[in-house]
């Protein structure tokens, strides 16, 4: 159909006939626009949610090696988080509004709703980030705001974490066999309290910053449980920088258990061991994810989960660089440095590969979203179930 208005409006250019008809293409490539939008999930929050990890990762704060500008480009990075995540829940609360009961389907359909926890994973990057790019560059007022909306975080995500897995545990929609790493995403915003305190603690009163910590280390401790039963690489390595963080930021003010000084250097040392012992569990499901991907890179298309490639490899790539930085290991801070290099050039791939989809029609449209349920058992990457003569069958043919 675009075909055959172009090869009109070539023939007929300027005219007050082609002037209409060109009006007319805007206005119903517009309306076939919005009518995609019925297909917009909550998976889209996977793309501001990687895009606020990667801002905190590219904060000077964050890096054992910086250079000027560095803090430039990571502000960049984050206002343009702040604009995506704008036009994300514009276009999602736009779905809502024009498609009635899109709202509630989303919220129990079997993939759809594990991706709910996309929402508050990028609010957690962006709250992270007021630490980060915000308060140096304020007043005390946007240490008072960070600490209430980090408490009002820790609140929700709970709500989510429990409301979820009570679904999840007993909805006739989900069965065992359709389980994936997506059933981590319920937890994974709770346990990013820890994480969001760790940022901003040594921002807060130490009147405020302990609570704080505490709240943070028991998100963090329950996600870290929870998500150990799946296959996952972000949950072990932001539990990781969380407890280096956290032990970095006690406040020096009560003297609980003896001079604080001698508490904080204690604190370091073993959430330094600690890190490095839970951390070689992410370093092991990194590599099986590399060696996985790689295996079946021919069958791979687009999807917005591709954005996983960024984000859970955000903790990962800053508990690398933070374990250097506590153990003054230029070489460990090297490593921290190239995958930093590594990730950010993941995030312009996946994005590329984000526009050509959406172009493409190959998301947002209909049979192809999370909105859409398909059996774990009819994709094509599983193969067929097969009986003992058979494979005694292959075996014999194989011998021979």
Not at 105 to 127: K, R, W, Y
Not at 318 to 324: D, F, K
Request: glycine share 8%; hydrophobic share 45%; proline share 4%.
């Amino acid at each position: 159909m675009f075909q055959e208005q172009g090869s009109s409006s070539s023939s007929t250019y300027g005219s007050p006939q082609n002037t209409q008809y060109q009006r007319g293409g805007r206005t119903s490539g517009v309306s076939e626009f919005l009518a995609r939008l019925e297909h917009f999930t909550w998976a889209n929050y996977t793309f501001p949610m990687a895009t606020g990890g990667l801002a905190l990762l590219l904060a000077e704060q964050t890096q054992g090696f910086t250079f000027r500008g560095l803090q430039t480009i990571g502000t960049i990075v984050y206002i343009f988080d702040l604009v995506i995540f704008s036009l994300v829940t514009a276009a999602i609360t736009y779905r809502f509004v024009k498609f009635p009961g899109t709202l509630k389907s989303s919220v129990t359909h079997p993939t759809e709703a594990l991706f709910l926890g996309t929402s508050t994973l990028s609010l957690a990057s962006i709250i992270a980030g007021i630490a980060r790019y915000g308060i140096p560059a304020c007043g005390p007022w946007l240490v008072t705001t960070y600490r209430i909306l980090f408490w009002i975080y820790f609140a929700v995500t709970f709500g989510i974490a429990v409301g979820q897995y009570a679904f999840l545990f007993t909805s006739p929609l989900l069965r065992i066999e359709d389980m994936t790493p997506a059933w981590d995403l319920p937890i994974f915003p709770f346990m990013l309290s820890g994480t969001v305190a760790a940022a901003g603690a040594a921002t807060q009163p130490p009147d405020q910053a302990l609570p704080m910590i505490i709240g943070g280390l028991m998100a963090q401790g329950l996600g870290m449980l929870v998500s150990i039963l799946m296959y996952a690489v972000g949950p072990p390595s932001f539990t990781s920088l969380a407890i280096i963080g956290m032990a970095v930021d006690f406040p020096q003010h009560y003297n609980y258990f003896g001079a604080d000084s001698t508490t904080v250097q204690i604190l370091r040392v073993l959430a330094t061991s600690t890190s490095v012992f839970i951390w070689s569990l992410s370093l092991w499901f990194f590599c099986i994810s590399v060696i996985a991907n790689i295996a079946v890179r021919d069958q791979l298309t687009f999807r917005l989960n591709w954005y996983a490639y960024v984000f859970p490899n955000v903790g990962f790539t800053i508990t690398i660089i933070s374990v250097g930085k506590e153990l003054q290991s230029n070489g460990v801070m090297a490593v921290g440095s190239a995958m930093t290099i590594l990730l950010v050039m993941m995030w312009i791939f996946v994005f590329i590969n984000h526009v050509k989809a959406v172009i493409d029609r190959r998301i947002w449209f209909e049979g192809r979203d999370e909105d859409f349920y398909v059996n774990e058992k009819d994709h094509a990457h599983v193969k067929p179930v097969k009986s003992g003569n058979d494979i005694e069958k292959e075996a014999g043919e194989k011998q021979q």
